[in-house]
């Protein structure tokens, strides 16, 4: 088989004219904004892993390093400053053996306020076996006519640009795309103030988290974390009767009913809530994870951070993750219902930590306990 050897080589660019009134490197202090989802991306095709969040990546930092001197990633909890912030909202397309790179922008200052917006479009040649400069070309040279425009169209200076804002105080509802949410998830309930549990995973990105509940969609922030226990707890602002409760006094019974209450496939379900039902089969989780058991209730993409019910309506866990079939099917394996949450006494620990309110039962609640997961259940909406 005989392939391309089309763009094995990067580009250098091209050599634009810069306006001579410009400083060129140029030392306004500018932060850069790319979706984590864009940065991170990357998928396996033509029998080799295609990378092209990292070839953007590098074609950024290239690119905007030729023209700027303090050109930085933005970053929500960082104290540096910047006098401009852009706005990148990338995507990927592939049209007659080309990579096609659209990228759009928004160029803030340091109050808030939009300067300039607009868009730019490049392609490249690629070898699908050799996929990095391919991807990294279209990106560099988008990217470059970018940088040429904010410094012919805008005449950046710190004498022009005199103020200065830390990351941190950037308004992120000036960066985040409002109408389509990045990724959705579960959570629940916890407490009468409206503390809500998920995943850590299905939060760590966002730069805004909203809740869908009952009461209706609010802003979160997230209030405490643990990536090594993949939990975290959002505060909102949803006073509730409906909650779920610890069990006191009682370990998770092997085989015992659960219900878990998710949000899943989000853009391919209905935005409503689905119910399933399993139990507990096993104590014990993949060698070497900590905290977890596994159940056998069927999740879906979008159930992390879903309660565990037991019939009593005791919380019995939070869902984090399931086995992944694809790679098990490589080995002539197909695992169903394999999944594993965290078990509630590690959250116990969490809570006590970070001082979150909660409530245990003594005895088993009487009644529906699917209805209490039910309507303890939210959907969570992240924003990048």
Same mark, same amino acid.
């Given at each position: 088989?005989?392939?391309?050897?089309?763009?094995?080589?990067?580009?250098?660019?091209?050599?634009?004219?810069?306006?001579?009134?410009?400083?060129?490197?140029?030392?306004?202090?500018?932060?850069?904004?790319?979706?984590?989802?864009?940065?991170?991306?990357?998928?396996?095709?033509?029998?080799?892993?295609?990378?092209?969040?990292?070839?953007?990546?590098?074609?950024?930092?290239?690119?905007?390093?030729?023209?700027?001197?303090?050109?930085?990633?933005?970053?929500?909890?960082?104290?540096?400053?910047?006098?401009?912030?852009?706005?990148?909202?990338?995507?990927?397309?592939?049209?007659?053996?080309?990579?096609?790179?659209?990228?759009?922008?928004? #160029? @803030? %200052?340091? $109050?808030?306020?939009?300067? +300039?917006?607009?868009?730019?479009?490049?392609? =490249?040649?690629?070898?699908? &076996?050799?996929?990095?400069?391919?991807?990294?070309?279209?990106?560099?040279?988008?990217?470059?006519?970018?940088?040429?425009?904010?410094?012919?169209?805008?005449?950046?200076?710190?004498?022009?640009?005199?103020?200065?804002?830390?990351?941190?105080?950037?308004?992120?509802?000036?960066?985040?795309?409002?109408?389509?949410?990045?990724?959705?998830?579960?959570?629940?309930?916890?407490?009468?103030?409206?503390?809500?549990?998920?995943?850590?995973?299905?939060?760590?990105?966002?730069?805004?988290?909203?809740?869908?509940?009952?009461?209706?969609?609010?802003?979160?922030?997230?209030?405490?974390?643990?990536? #090594? @226990? %993949?939990? $975290?707890?959002?505060?909102? +602002?949803?006073?509730?009767?409906?909650?779920? =409760?610890?069990?006191?006094? &009682?370990?998770?019974?092997?085989?015992?009913?659960?219900?878990?209450?998710?949000?899943?496939?989000?853009?391919?379900?209905?935005?409503?809530?689905?119910?399933?039902?399993?139990?507990?089969?096993?104590?014990?989780?993949?060698?070497?994870?900590?905290?977890?058991?596994?159940?056998?209730?069927?999740?879906?993409?979008?159930?992390?951070?879903?309660?565990?019910?037991?019939?009593?309506?005791?919380?019995?866990?939070?869902?984090?993750?399931?086995?992944?079939?694809?790679?098990?099917?490589?080995?002539?394996?197909?695992?169903?219902?394999?999944?594993?949450?965290?078990?509630?006494?590690?959250?116990?620990?969490?809570?006590?930590?970070?001082?979150?309110?909660?409530?245990?039962?003594?005895?088993?609640?009487?009644?529906?306990?699917?209805?209490?997961?039910?309507?303890?259940?939210?959907?969570?909406?992240?924003?990048?």
């Amino acid at each position: 088989m005989i392939t391309s050897c089309a763009n094995t080589q990067k580009t250098k660019g091209k050599r634009y004219k810069i306006n001579a009134n410009v400083a060129v490197p140029n030392s306004t202090e500018i932060a850069v904004y790319i979706p984590q989802a864009f940065q991170d991306m990357e998928y396996w095709v033509a029998g080799s892993w295609h990378k092209p969040g990292l070839a953007m990546r590098e074609a950024l930092n290239k690119s905007f390093g030729q023209y700027f001197t303090s050109a930085k990633w933005f970053d929500r909890k960082s104290t540096e400053q910047a006098r401009l912030f852009l706005d990148l909202n990338p995507d990927w397309d592939f049209e007659g053996g080309k990579v096609i790179f659209n990228t759009k922008y928004s #160029l @803030l %200052d340091a $109050a808030g306020n939009e300067i +300039a917006s607009g868009s730019y479009k490049e392609s =490249s040649g690629i070898n699908y &076996h050799q996929s990095e400069a391919g991807y990294y070309n279209a990106a560099y040279k988008a990217f470059q006519r970018l940088a040429v425009n904010i410094l012919n169209s805008q005449q950046p200076s710190k004498e022009k640009f005199v103020n200065l804002l830390a990351m941190n105080k950037l308004d992120l509802n000036k960066l985040i795309d409002k109408e389509k949410p990045t990724s959705s998830g579960t959570g629940f309930f916890v407490n009468a103030e409206g503390d809500v549990v998920t995943a850590n995973h299905v939060v760590d990105d966002c730069l805004i988290v909203k809740v869908k509940s009952e009461n209706g969609l609010s802003d979160a922030h997230i209030e405490n974390s643990s990536r #090594l @226990l %993949d939990v $975290a707890t959002l505060r909102t +602002a949803q006073a509730t009767e409906h909650y779920v =409760s610890f069990r006191k006094g &009682h370990e998770i019974k092997l085989g015992e009913k659960i219900t878990t209450v998710s949000y899943p496939l989000k853009g391919l379900l209905a935005s409503s809530p689905n119910m399933t039902f399993g139990n507990v089969t096993s104590h014990k989780a993949l060698s070497g994870s900590l905290g977890l058991f596994q159940f056998s209730a069927p999740i879906q993409p979008g159930s992390s951070g879903g309660a565990i019910v037991s019939d009593g309506s005791e919380l019995l866990g939070v869902v984090t993750s399931t086995l992944n079939i694809k790679e098990l099917a490589k080995e002539g394996v197909i695992p169903q219902n394999v999944n594993f949450a965290l078990e509630a006494k590690y959250l116990k620990k969490f809570f006590d930590k970070y001082k979150v309110n909660y409530t245990e039962l003594e005895t088993p609640a009487v009644g529906n306990s699917s209805e209490k997961a039910l309507n303890a259940s939210a959907q969570i909406a992240c924003y990048q």
